[in-house]
């Protein structure tokens, strides 16, 4: 097995609600409620979900982008969770961020050359002839040429801006890449080609990925492992083809039995989920799927359901499986 690079215990982040003249706090929105999970060295981590589920935040909590309500992060033994700013900006040097939107994490107004070395001299790496060769090295790790350190963003494609965001993301370094959504703005054909980078630079650099997608294929083809979060809490996780072959929560259930399967013999039930995703400002108490799951009884509409592991590498939180 290998070592725990990333442990995250408890974890919650609630945004207040105020309204009124004296903005007194209303409400919270929980975008994340409690969640525990561990991210191995070498390992892809993917973590999915419906818009609105917490996914994201988790990440952006995790680089301390947002400061965590409660519970602890641990990075490679370092509770990053105590950190003072100016040793999280340290730390952020082995924790990198790769967007969705390449244009929009891209300044416009800057060079390839200048985006890319930005991070180095953030950190202090390097002397300007030693930072001018690395973005140049990086650029043709990521499948770009050296000439392109003179473009700016909006001459490239989608998919080549995506790679320069990877290449700004490896330029110090890091040990850890939280990607979130990286190709779900890109076109179903640049995609695979996106993916297939990510994955030689994850072997060839000995990089660690959480993997960010509301798109349960994407996550599959990348990842080792899956987490599936609802409504802020993480209510399934187990090896990739585990999750996929035999999803034990009813929603991982329902979300898999929605995702087309490329063979005309195999035919899957699809299983619709009754009424909307409630709002996070006002979840639903016990289980907050009870709303929507054709499982749930008495004991679902009052009791938060412990995520547990019922198998070996396979945890979920759902009364069905605490009972057995
Ligand atoms: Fe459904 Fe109950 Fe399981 Fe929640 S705990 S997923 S409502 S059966």
Redesign the pocket.
């Known amino acids: 097995m290998s070592k725990v690079l990333l442990k995250v215990e408890n974890l919650k982040k609630y945004f207040p609600i105020r309204s009124g003249i004296f903005s007194r706090k209303k409400s919270d929105v929980k975008a994340v409620d409690d969640i525990s999970f561990e991210v191995y060295e070498g390992e892809t981590l993917g973590i999915v979900g419906e818009s609105g589920c917490g996914k994201s935040t988790t990440g952006r909590v995790i680089m301390q982008l947002h400061e965590a309500t409660s519970g602890k992060v641990t990075f490679n033994d370092v509770e990053l969770t105590t950190l003072s700013s100016k040793q999280m900006r340290k730390a952020r040097r082995d924790i990198q961020m790769v967007f969705q939107d390449p244009y929009a994490s891209l300044n416009p107004r800057h060079t390839v050359q200048k985006i890319l070395e930005e991070p180095l001299i953030v950190h202090g790496i390097g002397t300007a002839e030693e930072r001018k060769q690395k973005v140049q090295e990086y650029l043709e790790i990521v499948g770009l040429s050296a000439y392109h350190a003179k473009r700016y963003p909006h001459q490239f494609s989608g998919g080549q801006r995506q790679r320069i965001g990877i290449a700004r993301a490896l330029m110090t370094n890091p040990k850890l890449i939280i990607a979130d959504e990286p190709v779900s703005a890109l076109d179903v054909s640049i995609q695979a080609q996106v993916l297939n980078l990510m994955q030689r630079l994850q072997q060839d650099l000995k990089l660690t990925y959480i993997f960010i997608a509301h798109d349960l294929g994407v996550v599959r083809h990348i990842s080792d492992r899956v987490g599936v979060m609802y409504l802020g809490r993480m209510?399934e996780l187990a090896g990739s083809e585990t999750l996929y072959e035999e999803p034990l929560?009813?929603?991982t259930q329902a979300l898999l039995s929605a995702v087309p399967v490329p063979d005309p013999v195999y035919l899957r039930e699809q299983i619709i989920l009754q009424g909307d995703i409630p709002s996070p400002s006002n979840p639903p108490n016990?289980?907050?799927?009870?709303t929507r799951?054709?499982?749930?009884?008495d004991?679902?509409?009052t009791t938060v359901?412990v995520f547990m592991e019922v198998k070996q590498g396979h945890s979920v939180?759902?009364?069905?499986?605490?009972e057995a």
């Open positions: 209510v929560h009813p929603y016990g289980c907050t799927f009870h799951c054709p499982f749930a009884t004991i679902c509409k359901p939180a759902c009364h069905l499986y605490s």
